[in-house]
């Protein structure tokens, strides 16, 4: 049985974008990023303290950690950092782990979302030997649902009112890809 190994920190590189290792100097565009209303909406549990030194601190690690895979999305024809995709909380025994993105605004609309995702599941199958990838999403956040859909992500179960946002209770919706699933869309077996 293959070994899961976030220990690389791989450049990978689409038609539209190219995921690469995080440096510190990430942080200043990333603390524009994670302050958009959409991304807090949707990503950040109430009251969460960000500060531009706590994200130089955590984008300025990101390289080291061998228990997660933290990448920085960037639109390929200008190089602009526009998000990020995670592979995190790995079980290696049933070799699967947690997927996460998030986009900012000038990343939005264009398709970079969707191939960012596609080509960090990629990995994690075709060269991490996952056999399970698994998110988590808010129901109302019907963009995220749209790409994870597209990426072959099935829909696997709802936590009814599980988070209380804005003033009102929202769903989580339970999403996982298997590796055969990935084959049979990559056309591979």
Not at 30 to 50: A, K, Q, S, Y
Not at 119 to 133: A, N
Request: glycine fraction near 8%; charged fraction near 30%.
């Amino acid at each position: 049985m293959r070994r899961v190994n976030f220990s690389e920190k791989p450049v990978l590189t689409g038609e539209k974008t190219v995921l690469r290792p995080f440096t510190e100097a990430d942080a200043d565009p990333m603390w524009e990023i994670v302050r958009d209303p959409e991304v807090v909406r949707f990503t950040f549990e109430p009251g969460t303290d960000l500060t531009l030194e706590r994200l130089r601190s955590w984008y300025g690690t990101r390289a080291e950690q061998p228990d997660r895979l933290d990448l920085a999305v960037t639109d390929r024809a200008t190089g602009e950092l526009v998000g990020e995709v995670v592979l995190y909380e790995v079980d290696p025994h049933a070799r699967s782990c947690t997927f996460r993105t998030l986009i900012g605004p000038r990343g939005r609309g264009r398709g970079l979302g969707t191939e960012a995702t596609r080509l960090i599941v990629g990995h994690g199958f075709e060269r991490l030997g996952l056999h399970r990838i698994q998110l988590e999403a808010y129901s109302h956040n019907l963009r995220a649902l749209r790409v994870y859909e597209k990426a072959g992500f099935v829909v696997e179960g709802v936590r009814r009112e599980a988070q209380f946002r804005e003033g009102v209770w929202v769903d989580e919706v339970l999403m996982a890809i298997l590796d055969h699933e990935w084959a049979a869309r990559r056309g591979t077996a």
